[in-house]
């Protein structure tokens, strides 16, 4: 039997890729046998993982951040409900997620069904939902800092969109997803990860002014498969909201407040240090407190980096641009001062190992994965390295932690697939 996709958006569908086939197959038999749905009802939709190359940790700020998305993804299998019922079934989390679109259950704390209900309640401010969907979700890689969080909730996004039939344009979804996280979840992050998902270009760097929302997809000279995307698992996975990720915004607020005001400009309640000039840095970052100082530099800091690795990127300068992100795991550790033991750990393994052009934290540091730019020649040899130090450095970890080499993808749409 041949299950197809009805395009129901503007939007070119992207085609399914073979390694995804299998995940597509299963959770199709799971509609079918267990939710007794009709097969050509089915759609599917691919909102892929990101990394940050540059520009970690002031996106909050309205920085410049850079961004790229990866050949392993969220995958979501739907079908429409008539009454308004949202049923989903994941093969990565145990129990369902069940509620009506009329009646969404406020945020509860660990229920991995708050991204939905969030997207439900983001577009309900603006659209009518007349249908649900019941649908099965599935992730290839383990959760953190490769945002799943903003992932899903685009999947969720463009599935409910696609079923009503709603014409929502992709800078819109941004601030929907914005919605879910800052106002249904209580995180207080940028816009960072939803625009990678959502605009990114296969073997462009996206460039993102978090200030404008201008958006630029930078092209390379790099030949295609010069070199691939390495997320290594640190086997460590706890939610954001309850970390020092809320206290690290704060604290970069608090340190523009204090510039502005040593600079005789006047503050607002919202302060961010994209308002702070860098010589305004330079002579008063003095006066703040040190731990001020030491977000502040690491803001200013990697905004210069983020220029630096563009022109390198554009150039096709590897070397460069892998420095550029050492550096930035360095300011992280240093100045950000985020960072588990274990990520510590990876990071400074990959800095040290030869194939690899550059390494950092990914997503916010308190969690999840190390990622890096490395020659695909070299990938026994990196391997090799993680799996000598790693698990005897952090033993508790050692039957944890996963590598994975990935290529660059394109952006988040739903799929054109069959089987």
């Not at 892929?48 to 998305?69: E, K, N, S, Y």
């Not at 079923?163 to 816009?191: D, H, K, Q, W």
């Not at 008063?284 to 200013?300: D, S």
């Not at 550790?333 to 750990?345: A, V």
Request: with cysteine.
């Amino acid at each position: 039997m041949v299950y197809s996709i009805t395009q129901t958006t503007s939007t070119p569908p992207v085609r399914v890729a073979r390694p995804e086939v299998e995940r597509i197959q299963a959770m199709v038999r799971h509609l079918v046998d267990f939710h007794d749905v009709d097969p050509a009802e089915i759609q599917v939709v691919k909102a892929p993982f990101r990394i940050c190359p540059l520009g970690a940790h002031i996106d909050h700020q309205l920085g410049l951040v850079t961004g790229m998305t990866l050949d392993r993804s969220i995958l979501l299998a739907f079908a429409p409900t008539t009454n308004g019922t949202i049923q989903l079934h994941s093969m990565n989390f145990e129990l369902d997620v069940l509620f009506n679109l009329n009646e969404v259950p406020p945020y509860q704390k660990g229920d991995w069904g708050n991204y939905i209900r969030g997207a439900a309640l983001a577009l309900q401010r603006n659209y009518q939902l007349p249908r649900g969907l019941t649908g099965v979700i599935s992730g290839d890689l383990p959760i953190g800092g490769l945002s799943s969080s903003a992932a899903v909730t685009i999947a969720y996004l463009l599935a409910l969109e696609a079923l009503n039939r709603l014409e929502v344009p992709a800078r819109e979804n941004l601030s929907l997803v914005r919605f879910t996280e800052n106002e249904y979840i209580g995180l207080n992050n940028g816009i960072l990860d939803q625009t990678v998902i959502l605009f990114s270009e296969q073997n462009h760097l996206t460039l993102i002014d978090c200030e404008s929302i201008e958006i630029e997809r930078v092209p390379t000279i790099l030949p295609e498969n010069e070199f691939e995307i390495l997320a290594v698992y640190s086997g460590v996975s706890h939610a954001l909201v309850g970390t020092d990720y809320n206290n690290r915004v704060a604290e970069c607020q608090e340190a523009a407040r204090l510039l502005l005001t040593h600079a005789g400009q006047t503050p607002t309640n919202d302060s961010r240090l994209r308002q702070v000039k860098p010589e305004v840095f330079e002579a008063e970052g003095h006066r703040l407190q040190p731990i001020l100082q030491r977000r502040a530099r690491h803001y200013f800091g990697e905004m210069q980096r983020v220029t630096d690795g563009v022109e390198a990127w554009r150039q096709g300068d590897l070397h460069r641009f892998g420095q550029l992100m050492n550096e930035s795991g360095e300011s992280s550790i240093k100045f950000y001062e985020c960072g588990s033991p274990q990520l510590i750990t990876l990071f400074e393994i990959l800095r040290e190992t030869p194939g690899v052009y550059g390494t950092r934290f990914s997503g916010a540091g308190f969690r999840g994965n190390c990622i890096a730019l490395v020659d695909p020649a070299a990938r026994e040899s990196i391997a090799e390295a993680i799996h000598a130090g790693y698990p005897q450095a952090h033993p508790t970890e050692a039957e944890k932690y996963t590598i994975h080499f990935c290529e660059p993808d394109g952006r988040a749409n739903l799929m054109d697939w069959s089987k």
